[in-house]
């Protein structure tokens, strides 16, 4: 396919997957496309983020489970354009589609769906086209989307790893009292009655709904301030769907 190549060269691709079956599986798929090669697989996001630092250009493909470092991905977005950079993943809720386009992501392709059509929907995303799924208008009850500022997309996503308000602070570099106003003031603002059902809603849109594939929480001694200049949830998409709910709290009560 002529558009993939870039003047005399075929069009690099970085695959994204911890898995290294996985991996291999994709790069053979990948391979399918005219004019994409070589694809360097298995590398992690620090690694691809490395070498974009280093000036490396090229296509990024990301294999994800479980929970999505949107704020990652942002960035390799950013860097990367006008390259792409496309999501794989086995569930595609409305919060995941949502966070992706925030993100700058060009293409979200279900992995459900036959080869043929994968490959057909990889090759339009590493054309320039925005590839992403419908999403079924009754999944969700009223869902509005949320811009949050940077330090309340942190403070999100550090409710969802189950922190409290003290280890939130170490975290953030806050006081105790300062983490408990951001708080009272995103209740108000995204319309959660406690921190549980705010971790809820953070938790819908940082994961991708494959509770087996979250990754596992660290232990709180371990836990080390986060760098300031990196962001969580850039937009918070809120709903209601009381059967995902409740196999949340059990997860997170478990």
Known sequence: MEELRFGESLRRVFLISEVPFYAEALRALLSRIPGVDPVVPGLGCDEVLKRTAEGEKADIVIECG?????????ELSRRMAPRSVILLTRQVPAEMVCQARDSGVRGLLDL???????????ERALSGEAVFPETEPSTLHGPKAIRLTPREGQLVTLLVQGL????????LGLSEGTVKVYLSRLFQKVGAKDRFELA???????????????????????????PMGRRGLRTLLVGTQNGWNQTARSAMAG
């Open 66 to 74: 479980g929970l999505v470092d949107w704020s990652r991905i942002a």
């Open 112 to 122: 459900r769906v036959p080869v043929a059509e994968l490959v057909r929907r990889m």
């Open 164 to 171: 409290k308000n003290k280890e939130i602070a170490y975290q």
């Open 200 to 226: 809820l809603f953070g938790l819908r849109n940082l994961a991708n709904g494959e509770f087996s594939c979250v990754e596992p929480a660290r232990s709180r001694k371990s836990v080390s301030p986060a």
